[in-house]
Antibody, heavy 115, light 107 residues
Framework: QVQLVQSGAEVKKPGASVKVSCKASGYTFTGYDVSWVRQATGQGPEWMGWMNPNSRNTGYAQKFQGRVTLTRDTSISTAYMELTSLRSDDTAVYYC????????WGQGTRVTVSS | DIQMTQSPSSLSASVGDRVTITCRASQGIRNDLGWYQQKPGKAPKRLIYAASSLQSGVPARFSGSGSGTEFTLTISSLQPEDFATYYCLQHNFYPITFGQGTRLEIK
């Protein structure tokens, strides 16, 4: 079955970077875009960007431009989201999802930014 | 940015009730809209895609309608497992945007 499995929870200090992985299985990884969304506690989801694993084309929400980088390793069907210059308000659960219409989601990765 | 105005923000209903949730887009998005259910501590789960198509495996009591700027999600007969938060999502324009959510609670 189609599945996205994300890396485990992270605790980071302000100013640090975090890299979250998203391993795809059950479908052809290069056949679908990967979207990234985050959700702070008690808030709605917020779209961060997308990447096409085949072309490596990307698109980012303006809010995250310059701080987020989406990459992939097709040999292991894994997408990555790196967020730099972390602040306390980056504390959230980060999700990957298949396609821009987001039919299947990963389980989420909690990132806590605290000094 | 496309604003997705979702209403109501919260709703109390009983098992067996019929409920409707609405999303209004600030400009036309064709039918590039999905509806999601989210339970506490879990990832969102897609229920409806392309505004009115039922996701495989989702019970038929869920239905979606609309096109352009007005969209609705209807649950025909609420079941205990349906009490959750619901979101709409538009993917016609960048940035992709979500509605603010509707929290469906047991009356």
């Amino acid at each position: 079955q189609v599945q996205l499995v994300q890396s485990g929870a992270e605790v980071k200090k302000p100013g640090a970077s975090v890299k979250v992985s998203c391993k795809a299985s059950g479908y052809t990884f290069t056949g679908y875009d990967v979207s990234w969304v985050r959700q702070a506690t008690g808030q709605g989801p917020e779209w961060m960007g997308w990447m096409n694993p085949n072309s490596r084309n990307t698109g980012y929400a303006q809010k995250f431009q310059g701080r987020v980088t989406l990459t992939r390793d097709t040999s292991i069907s894994t997408a990555y989201m790196e967020l730099t210059s972390l602040r306390s308000d980056d504390t959230a659960v980060y999700y990957c999802a298949r396609g821009q219409s987001m039919d299947v989601w990963g389980q989420g990765t909690r990132v806590t930014v605290s000094s | 940015d496309i604003q997705m105005t979702q209403s109501p923000s919260s709703l109390s209903a009983s098992v067996g009730d019929r409920v409707t949730i609405t999303c209004r887009a600030s400009q036309g998005i064709r039918n590039d809209l999905g509806w999601y259910q989210q339970k506490p501590g879990k990832a969102p789960k897609r229920l409806i895609y392309a505004a009115s198509s039922l996701q495989s495996g989702v019970p038929a009591r869920f239905s979606g309608s609309g096109s352009g700027t007005e969209f609705t999600l209807t649950i025909s007969s609420l079941q205990p497992e349906d009490f959750a938060t619901y979101y709409c999502l538009q993917h016609n324009f960048y940035p992709i945007t979500f509605g603010q959510g509707t929290r469906l609670e047991i009356k």
